[in-house]
Nanobody
Framework: QVQLVESGGGLVQAGGSLRLSCAASGRTFSLTAVGWFRQAPGKEREFVGT????????YYADFVKGRFTISRDNAKNMAYLQMNSLKPEDTAVYYC????????????????????WGQGTQVTVSS
C-alpha cells in the first residue's frame, strides 16, 4: 500500500501562486499514476490533473490548462501541483491520489480511478 500526505495549501490572493506537495510512502515503486482532485463546499470532487508515475505523461482538466502544472520526483517519492494565476473559484480542498493499476485516460479523470487518497489540503483564494 501507499500512504499519501499533502501539504502546501493556504490563503493566497487572486493572481497568486501556490505549490502543493504530495509525499508518498510505502510501496511506491509500482505506482502507475498520481492524480490531483479538488472539492469545494457543496460540490463533488473534481479532477484537476494526473501524471504517470514512470513516464511522467500528464494531462489536465480544461479549466486549469495553462495555469496548473503537475510534476513528480520519483527519487523523492513526491508529486507536485504548481498553481499559478489562481482565481477565487479555485478555492477548495485539494487531494492527491495514487493507483497501482493501468487505467484508461477516461478512468483517470474519475475519483474511482484511484485507490489511495491523502487527507487533503485547503486552498483559499481571496478576491
Amino acid at each position: 500500500q501507499v500512504q499519501l500526505v499533502e501539504s502546501g495549501g493556504g490563503l493566497v490572493q487572486a493572481g497568486g501562486s501556490l505549490r502543493l506537495s504530495c509525499a508518498a510512502s510505502g510501496r511506491t515503486f509500482s505506482l502507475t499514476a498520481v492524480g490531483w482532485f479538488r472539492q469545494a463546499p457543496g460540490k463533488e470532487r473534481e479532477f484537476v490533473g494526473t501524471i504517470g508515475w514512470s513516464d511522467g505523461d500528464s494531462y489536465y482538466a480544461d479549466f486549469v490548462k495553462g495555469r496548473f502544472t503537475i510534476s513528480r520526483d520519483n527519487a523523492k517519492n513526491m508529486a507536485y501541483l504548481q498553481m499559478n494565476s489562481l482565481k477565487p473559484e479555485d478555492t477548495a480542498v485539494y487531494y492527491c491520489a495514487a493507483d497501482y493499476q493501468f487505467r484508461s485516460a477516461r478512468d483517470r479523470k474519475l475519483p474511482t480511478g484511484y485507490d489511495y487518497w491523502g487527507q487533503g489540503t485547503q486552498v483559499t483564494v481571496s478576491s
